[in-house]
């Protein structure tokens, strides 16, 4: 009979909560360590196995696999449940383990449907390395079902309730029935009690099925018995990469034989191809593509990687030139008076550098420079000759200004060129010529409000 809350054990070291579960081989508690004021879970043998003849050899490997989960627990491992205590209380043998917080994957699937590959294939290969530890003692686990893999708050899984003797129960009450898990075994587990390490890689194999999908994989028996056909994950969830859906299909292969002999086999499975970083591409060549109007075959080389772009250069140096020339000239044709002019010069000089696309254009604006400045003596013709005459040391001055600036803009044309198009060429530098004149105005205005 299961004992109730409040119950005590070993002298009131141990207290009783509740039954977390029961099953053909077992019956596991939520008790409480007294003197450690810690939850803890309790593992007992079903009493009613007593009048089983395999009774006596089922208690001495509980006993045995025990105390070598005890010798793992001296070096704890973080995703396999840590055992405390082994005792026995009047007739029945208890195995204490640490108490685990969080969800099994049965909870989790339910709640949240199929889970993200990225999400649970590294609690996967943590529960892989675990049994990997396990299989190195002697051990095979023989449940890493679902209910079997908690995953804790921090997304860390650990493995727990081992399925110790599980063997040497009568088959009427073996795992295969029980907590729903008879499809995560393996057809030889249900029908010989197989001790092997492909017992567990078909396990965690059909758990990675179960928790990518959110479907119960086709059992093992049906699929041997009746031929029945096991459905690829990617069917159910296309989501899926052919990366993760070949491992699980290996390792729930029907015969042995045909699976992974060795959990590190499998996990070597699940290892995501590393990227290969592209070579590195010539300034030459980058210029070349970018200015070519062909459109290349962009087929993917890389599965879901996109083609890789170059950068755009802008040449900063020459626009910061080309802005503080025309800051210059937009205060000295402000001072002429010469509103009229800016617009007109403005116009010229960008659309001559955007035709030109190259350095030639400096040709084009020097011509249209010359024009402004000849506009802007006639206009001024008619004031005193001293005035006439600074006017006129004024429009040199300034020329020389608007002819180095015209030739920084072709170079900054050309160099924008490489990277852009004509009609972004032109809003760059255009607006760039604006933004000078127009500080240049409004400087003339500032320091000389009378004029």
Not at 258 to 284: C, F, G, H, N, Y
Not at 306 to 312: A, G, L, N
Not at 405 to 434: C, N, R, W
């Amino acid at each position: 009979m299961p004992w109730i809350a409040g119950q005590k054990l070993q002298s009131g070291k141990y207290v009783i909560e509740t039954v977390l579960g029961q099953g053909g081989f077992g019956i596991t508690y939520k008790a409480l360590h007294v003197e450690l004021n810690q939850t803890v879970v309790i593992k007992t043998p079903n009493e009613y196995l007593s009048h089983d003849l395999e009774y006596e050899k089922y208690i001495e490997r509980f006993i045995q696999e025990g105390r070598i989960l005890a010798r793992l627990s001296e070096d704890p491992h973080p995703h396999i449940v840590g055992v405390i205590d082994l005792f026995r209380e009047g007739a029945t043998h208890c195995l204490v383990m640490d108490f685990v917080e969080g969800e099994n994957l049965f909870e989790a699937v339910k709640r949240r449907g199929a889970l993200p590959e990225a999400e649970i294939v590294p609690c996967i290969r943590q529960i892989g390395e675990a049994l990997s530890v396990v299989h190195q003692a002697g051990l095979v686990h023989r449940d890493a079902h679902p209910g079997n893999i908690m995953v804790r708050r921090n997304g860390k899984a650990v493995l727990i309730d081992f399925g110790i003797a599980k063997e040497l129960l009568p088959k009427t009450l073996s795992s295969k029935g029980i907590a729903g898990n008879e499809g995560f075994a393996p057809y030889e587990q249900m029908s010989r009690g197989s001790r092997e390490p492909t017992v567990d890689v078909y396990c965690l194999a059909a758990t990675l099925y179960y928790a990518v999908t959110g479907q119960r994989p086709t059992t093992s028996l049906a699929r041997k018995l009746d031929n029945a056909s096991l459905k690829s994950p990617k069917q159910i969830n296309p989501s899926i990469s052919n990366r993760l859906n070949q491992p699980i299909l290996k390792g729930m292969a029907l015969e042995a034989k045909d699976r992974p002999q060795s959990m590190q086999a499998w996990l070597a499975m699940l290892e995501a191809p590393k990227a290969t970083p592209p070579p590195p591409v010539e300034s030459v060549y980058r210029k070349e593509v970018v200015r070519s109007k062909a459109k290349p075959n962009l087929e993917p080389i890389l599965d879901d990687k996109p083609p890789i772009k170059s950068p755009r250069v802008i040449p900063w140096g020459w626009l910061v030139g080309v802005l503080l020339s025309y800051l210059l000239i937009g205060y000295l044709l402000a001072a002429l008076n010469a509103l009229y002019i800016i617009l007109a010069w403005v116009v010229a000089v960008a659309g001559a550098v955007v035709v030109a696309g190259a350095r030639a254009g400096a040709v084009v604006v020097a011509v249209a420079v010359a024009g402004a400045w000849a506009w802007t003596v006639v206009v001024t013709g008619s004031v005193a000759v001293a005035a006439a005459v600074a006017v006129a040391a004024a429009v040199a001055g300034a020329g020389a200004v608007a002819v180095a600036g015209a030739v920084a803009g072709a170079v900054a044309g050309d160099k924008l060129l490489e990277s852009f198009s004509k009609f972004h060429t032109f809003l760059i530098l255009a607006g760039t010529y604006s933004l000078g004149l127009g500080w240049g105005w409004l400087g003339h205005r500032i320091f000389n409000p009378g004029s």
